[in-house]
């Protein structure tokens, strides 16, 4: 769970926002489209990459029944790791292929999958990004003026609740399995300082306003930041999960479980606590699909329950009613709510589309507030 901070941490600590950050293969595409001219030139993580990938180099077994499925689906227009992973629920449902067989060739994309990384994300493409996000001060860009990223007539009421002499603690929650968002959301020296001045432990300034103005409203707050990885990282590859989100099967000894990634991550264990003290989500780079429904599940929760709100950030021009659709149709949990109650937490859920990665939060440009 977060941890709950007091005045025996921060000297004038008044009131403590958690805000869970939920960071997709978008964030990881959009770093290598920019950054990445190493040993993989052109390429990023994306689906469709991997798989020319093992085409290429011939890693991949011609009897792996995922490679026949993955060209099959690329076939027929199906290009996202979304898609990868419906593949393998769908193969579970067939009853006429083991789920011995399917687990033997999950584990071999693991394998697959880090030699790929290793090769996409080399410590260039990392010193590139290192030194481009330090100069420009993105990270402290994105926490601090995120709010900018939302249209002036947007109601949402996270502002409203915020003030000087808060605390905002930020989990990032990265499905990508690089260290890429570990890389940007780094506080270094040059954009942060934990004890700026002589006689005040402030250290961090919001700007609650989604306007921009020429006398902006600043806070002097607090600032702590997590990320964490709860589908694994490259560096250790046996820790990378391909899977699916299936409720019915995370207990016992159903053998469906050892293809389920909430089980094998433990997210009841280890993450569901966290939402319960969750006022603000933010999912960036995400394609909002049932793969993850246990996420959008919690949040879907407490939006609902508990008054949270969500910003979803979605790369394109799409409709901002059909963001906010997929949204509760991933929820698998919640197949059963009423019309009443799904309207209502769409009411507490905004979107912010961009074509350019030039948003505030987690974008790849300097923008117009020249952060101090």
């Given at each position: 769970?977060?941890?709950?901070?007091?005045?025996?941490?921060?000297?004038?600590?008044?009131?403590?926002?958690?805000?869970?950050?939920?960071?997709?293969?978008?964030?990881?595409?959009?770093?290598l489209n920019k950054y990445n001219t190493g040993s993989l030139p052109g390429k990023t993580s994306t689906y469709n990459d991997f798989y020319e990938y093992l085409k290429y180099f011939?890693?991949?077994?011609?009897?792996?029944?995922?490679?026949?499925?993955?060209?099959?689906?690329?076939?027929?227009?199906?290009?996202?790791?979304?898609?990868?992973?419906?593949?393998?629920?769908?193969?579970?449902?067939?009853?006429?292929?083991?789920?011995?067989?399917i687990e033997k060739c999950v584990d071999e994309f693991q394998a697959y999958f880090t030699r790929f990384l290793n090769d996409l994300v080399d410590s260039s493409v990392l010193l590139k990004m290192n030194a481009d996000v330090k100069e420009k001060a993105l990270a402290i860009q994105s926490l601090s003026h995120f709010m900018k990223d939302l249209p002036d007539t947007c109601d949402i009421k996270f502002p409203t609740i915020t003030n000087h002499y808060d605390l905002y603690n930020f989990l990032f929650v990265d499905f990508c399995y690089t260290s890429l968002l570990d890389n940007y959301m780094y506080l270094d020296k040059g954009q942060f300082d934990p004890h700026t001045y002589r006689n005040a432990d402030r250290h961090f300034e919001f700007y609650p306003e989604t306007v921009l103005t020429s006398y902006p409203t600043r806070y002097s707050s607090y600032l702590v930041t997590d990320v964490i990885h709860p589908h694994?990282?490259?560096?250790?590859?046996?820790?990378?999960?391909?899977?699916?989100?299936?409720?019915?099967?995370n207990k016992g000894t159903s053998k469906e479980k050892r293809l389920i990634k909430s089980y094998w991550s433990r997210y009841d264990v280890r993450y569901k606590s966290y939402f319960e003290d969750t006022k603000l989500f933010i999912m960036y780079g995400m394609s909002v699909s049932k793969t993850d429904?246990?996420?959008?599940?919690?949040?879907?929760?407490?939006?609902?329950?508990?008054g949270a709100e969500l910003i979803i950030y979605k790369y394109g021009c799409e409709n901002e009613e059909s963001i906010k659709k997929q949204f509760v149709q991933a929820c698998i949990r919640h197949k059963n709510i009423i019309e009443a109650d799904v309207e209502e937490v769409k009411r507490h859920i905004y979107v912010v589309t961009f074509e350019k990665n030039d948003?505030?939060?987690?974008?790849?440009?300097?923008?117009e507030c020249k952060l101090i």
């Open positions: 769970m977060f941890k709950k901070y007091d005045r025996e941490t921060f000297d004038v600590l008044r009131e403590q926002h958690n805000i869970m950050a939920l960071v997709g293969n978008g964030f990881d595409v959009a770093m011939r890693l991949c077994d011609e009897n792996n029944i995922l490679f026949k499925r993955m060209t099959e689906d690329l076939l027929n227009g199906r290009e996202n790791w979304s898609d990868f992973e419906e593949t393998i629920s769908k193969l579970l449902e067939d009853r006429t292929v083991e789920i011995a067989e694994g990282i490259q560096d250790v590859p046996r820790s990378i999960l391909f899977g699916v989100d299936i409720p019915d099967f429904g246990w996420w959008l599940d919690q949040i879907f929760e407490c939006i609902s329950k508990n948003t505030y939060f987690l974008g790849l440009e300097e923008k």
